[in-house]
């Protein structure tokens, strides 16, 4: 009996249902706001947990998505619609309880999954009302903690428009919504750091958005990963500091590891705000937030990767990938490498097609980027794009990634996004004469602005997708279709 081949995923993560950013993004969910900006996806600032074998992801925008082998997420209802950014969860004796980005309210639950309930407000240690932004919680044996942004006014001899950190307090471990202490400092923007300064270039040294908290202890240690430079830029990244004191003191910047992730150029531009969370065999990953920006300057998405731990007890994220990885649970040890040996073959490849709305080229579709996309004329019926990819040497191929734009998109209007529906077919001879089905999604029902696809591998000198179908009111853009394999040698 033939092997099963290992599973795999790539970045930006595939995640079916993702919502409108649109109405969080204008910051008043107003209709005469909202329309200033074209409606559009995003997905961001995630917090996930490992219970039970399985992932639960807590993003912005929605709450919440349910992985069951690290790779597919789904959608589930957990009682509460909307967190606003950067939910907060922790499981504490036996409860779970969840607080949303500068919101007072904190809800708790029997399940991870919900039905969640307010169960309390945030306050402080003299019963003031206070509404965190960019929160996080710790459970640290019997007692828990709580991280959020700060901002202050800068001070001595510091040049800089403000100086932006990490708070953190106790909790009451029996009514976990009140704050037992004042708040401390953990961390904050040091203008000398360049990947903290705000800007594309970092170019600001007199301001740095250190947002994004999450706290996790591993051994005796705490690991404070916060972010800079600003969420819209493609300099957004993660640092780490650690702390061998406790939870609420002695933290300090990793030597070797800092930034902790990166990457400015490419389909993964930016690697900021997220989390860093156990995954199955014994294994660490982190989850982090990357930039589409092409709408609004908080369009984003999402992406992960294995840690390891050095010698010297210091947290690393080899690479942000971009390219076929394993899937949680594969290997052994993932940060040691966890690529599957696929590159992408259909960059740059002079790409035709059907036909072309204005400034909408088919080379869009293959340019490495996710600010351009191909998109056929409205009167075209076949609605179909090809890639050669050799005529004298061929490519064996193994999976494919599509990245879409929901050209006309309204949720205002109940123009609303949908599955997409397609055919991939590739030539098995170079005179691309004959061509065989790759992937049949005609029938597609999933939801999929980012949809990677895995498949039995084939040799292929070219590929060719016809777009069959699109939600009602919707324009297909493709911002990428992207092939990966390996270059097939003759015997």
């Known amino acids: 009996m033939k092997n099963k081949r290992p599973l795999t995923y790539c970045n930006p993560l595939s995640i079916e249902d993702v919502k409108s950013g649109r109405p969080l993004d204008t910051n008043q969910c107003r209709e005469d706001n909202m329309r200033k900006y074209r409606d559009y996806r995003s997905i961001s600032d995630p917090s996930v947990v490992y219970h039970d074998g399985k992932w639960i992801l807590y993003p912005s925008y929605a709450v919440a998505y349910l992985s069951e082998d690290f790779v597919h997420w789904k959608h589930v209802d957990i009682g509460v619609p ?11 004796r036996g409860k779970w309880y969840l607080n949303g980005h500068s919101m007072s309210e904190v809800y708790s639950s029997d399940s991870p ?107 005796s240690r705490y690991y404070l990963l916060y972010s800079g430079s600003g969420t819209q830029y ?27 992730t990166e990457k400015r150029h490419g389909i993964m531009r930016g690697a900021g705000h997220g989390c860093i969370v156990p995954g199955p065999n014994d294994t660490y990953w982190t989850f982090y937030t990357t930039i ?100 004298r040497t061929g490519y064996n191929i193994e999976s494919l990634r599509i990245i879409w734009r929901d050209i006309g998109m309204e949720t205002l209007d109940g123009v609303m996004p949908g599955p997409f529906r397609y055919i991939v077919e590739y030539a098995p001879t170079a005179a691309a004469e004959e061509w065989k089905t790759l992937v049949d999604a005609s029938d597609n029902t999933k939801d999929l602005c980012i949809d990677y696809r895995q498949f039995e591998p084939v040799k292929a000198y070219a590929v060719r997708m016809r777009i069959t179908g699109t939600p009602e009111g919707i324009e297909p853009g493709l911002v990428s279709l992207t092939v990966f394999g390996k270059c097939a040698h003759e015997k």
Request: aromatic fraction near 12%; glycine fraction near 10%; charge should be negative.
């Open 82 to 92: 909307n967190l606003r950014y950067s939910p907060a969860v922790v499981q504490f």
């Open 292 to 391: 589409f920006c092409y709408n609004h300057v908080y369009e984003r998405r999402i992406g992960m990767d294995p840690v390891g731990i050095d010698e010297d007890g210091e947290l690393y994220c080899p690479q942000v990938t971009e390219i076929p990885q394993y899937a949680p649970g594969v290997l052994e040890h993932p940060e040691q490498g966890n690529g599957a040996g696929l590159l992408p073959i259909t960059f740059l490849r002079r790409a035709f097609a059907s036909s072309e709305a204005p400034g909408r080229n088919a080379l869009y579709a293959a340019d490495d980027s996710v600010l351009t996309w191909w998109q056929p004329e409205k009167s075209d019926l076949e609605k179909l794009i090809t890639f050669p990819l050799g005529d």
């Open 113 to 219: 999954l919900g039905p969640f309930t307010l169960c309390g407000h945030m306050t402080d240690m003299h019963g003031n009302v206070i509404r965190p932004a960019d929160g996080c919680y710790l459970a640290d044996g019997d007692r828990l903690y709580f991280y959020w942004f700060g901002i202050k006014t800068a001070q001595g001899d510091i040049d800089a428009e403000f100086i932006s950190g990490t708070l953190g307090v106790e909790l009451d471990p029996d009514e976990p919504w009140k704050m037992l202490t004042e708040p401390v400092w953990l961390n904050e923007f040091d203008p000398s750091v360049e990947w903290q300064r705000t800007g594309e270039y970092n170019e600001n040294e007199r301001m740095g958005w250190v947002e994004g908290q999450w706290m996790i202890k591993i051994g």
């Open 234 to 260: 493609r300099s957004y990244a993660n640092g780490i500091a650690i702390s061998e004191e406790g939870p609420l003191s002695g933290f300090k910047p990793q030597k070797r590891h800092d930034p902790f």
